[in-house]
């Protein structure tokens, strides 16, 4: 996603390549940076669950709210007359107030409430309390999604403080060693042949794949944007999200999670199509090809391009 591993610069002319020091700072903060933005991923999706469990809610405390007041109704002048429940927007402030409990206790015992009555109570009760529990539960849900988006902006700040750090000490370097970083490949391996130990000239697995293979080929030149899902800019698990969206397959958002969406493939049986997943941590991902490249999302300043499996050390291969 973001990390530039710059082996690749040692091929460069001395004159050309960048500051040593000012080379491993930036490389550092691009790793940095795309662990924060796959923790920012991670906290948008959690947003998103979390408003969609918020308008669940709302929706069954509204179903509730009409079958009390069908109830409340039908208990005739007795019950209806002295039940109060107040004007409270249900969406917002998840209705009845009050202890209707105790009205409900007391109304039951008077001799006007017949034995039709004395069942549209009890239903009312159990509505209330069914009222009760999704409030509980609403609530609770709303505070999650309040700490979360706390989470997101967080986060935000932690990449965007780390790019803009990046961004200083390379405009610290003349424009040939710019150059010079933004040529270079991410090569944590560039020693391997490109295509050692792969499978020749080989098909993608499903037609899902090959879906997913042309809509990432077609994604080339597009800009790398921390997280963004295209279709004008991609990270790097964004990016094999979008792709996998063209062939109608919903991975999740982060590379995480994607390493986790299908089957686990060695990477001596790799097909173009297939997720490769990089590093410890699964911080980075990339789609294969064939004849030994990848594509990818790089990092800031670079856009969507081909690059060598083997630009760094491979984690996992996911085949989904």
């Known amino acids: 996603m973001l990390s530039a591993a710059l082996g690749g610069l040692s091929a460069q002319p001395a004159a050309a390549a960048p500051h040593d020091g000012v080379r491993a700072e930036v490389d550092r903060l691009y790793?940095?940076?795309?662990?924060?933005?796959?923790?920012?991923?991670?906290?948008?999706?959690?947003?998103?669950?979390?408003r969609r469990r918020v308008r669940d809610a709302q929706d069954r405390i509204a179903r509730h709210q009409q079958r009390v007041n069908t109830l409340r109704d039908a208990l005739g002048s007795v019950a209806g007359a002295q039940y109060r429940s107040g004007g409270v927007d249900p969406a917002l402030a998840l209705l009845l107030t009050?202890?209707?409990?105790d009205y409900l206790d007391?109304?039951?015992?008077?001799?006007?409430?017949?034995?039709?009555?004395?069942?549209?109570?009890?239903q009312l009760r159990q509505e209330l309390?069914?009222?009760?529990?999704?409030r509980a539960g609403a609530t609770l849900t709303l505070a999650d999604l309040d700490r979360s988006r706390t989470a997101v902006a967080a986060h935000r700040r932690a990449v965007q403080r780390k790019l803009a750090r990046a961004r200083q000490l390379l405009n610290t370097l003349s424009p040939a060693e710019r150059r010079a970083y933004h040529r270079a490949t991410r090569s944590g391996r560039g020693n391997l042949p490109a295509d050692a130990g792969l499978p020749k000239d080989v098909a993608p697995a499903s037609a899902r794949a090959a879906v997913a293979l042309a809509a990432v080929r077609s994604a080339l030149g597009r800009p790398y944007v921390w997280g963004a899902n295209g279709p004008s800019g991609f990270d790097c698990s964004g990016l094999m999200q979008w792709a996998y969206a063209q062939a109608g397959v919903h991975l999740p958002r982060?590379?995480?999670e994607q390493r986790l969406a299908g089957r686990r493939i060695p990477l001596s049986r790799i097909r173009p199509g297939d997720l490769v997943v990089y590093r410890s941590d699964a911080s980075h991902i990339g789609m294969y090809v064939g004849r030994g490249r990848?594509?990818?999302?790089?990092?800031?300043g670079a856009s969507v391009r081909?690059?060598?499996l083997h630009?760094?050390?491979?984690?996992?291969v996911t085949r989904v």
């Open 306 to 308: 081909y690059d060598p």
């Open 106 to 122: 007391k109304a039951a015992t008077l001799d006007r409430i017949g034995a039709h009555q004395a069942v549209r109570l009890r």
């Open 254 to 256: 982060t590379s995480q």
């Open 311 to 316: 630009m760094m050390p491979v984690l996992s």
């Open 294 to 300: 990848v594509i990818h999302a790089p990092y800031p």
């Open 31 to 50: 790793r940095e940076a795309e662990k924060a933005t796959e923790a920012y991923d991670q906290a948008g999706e959690r947003v998103e669950r979390l």
């Open 98 to 101: 009050g202890d209707a409990d």
């Open 129 to 134: 309390r069914r009222l009760a529990q999704e």
